[in-house]
């Protein structure tokens, strides 16, 4: 269950990597969904990311999302 405290930090983290990334928030927020990233690093890894600096948050959330989305190029983009 997610609670009241995961989704402001989640909204934060999605606002300020969006503004670092010079994208909307929204352009972020779906992007990162498509890779259930919004569940799986924000919500799933509160108890950690939390506790980062926000430019930790935002390194994590830009790094996780490489990734996914080079990992996705690489299969052919077949998400």
Do not use: P
Not at 13 to 33: C, D, H, P, W, Y
Request: glycine share 6%.
């Amino acid at each position: 269950m997610t609670t009241n405290l995961q989704t402001q930090f989640a909204t934060l983290a999605v606002g300020a990597t969006a503004q670092r990334m010079g994208i909307s928030a929204t352009e972020l927020f779906n992007r990162l969904k498509r890779h259930d990233l919004v569940r799986r690093l924000l919500f799933d890894c509160y108890d950690t990311l939390h506790a980062e600096s926000i430019d930790g948050v935002v390194w994590n959330v830009q790094e996780a999302l490489k990734n996914w989305e080079a990992k996705e190029k690489e299969e052919g983009g077949q998400r």
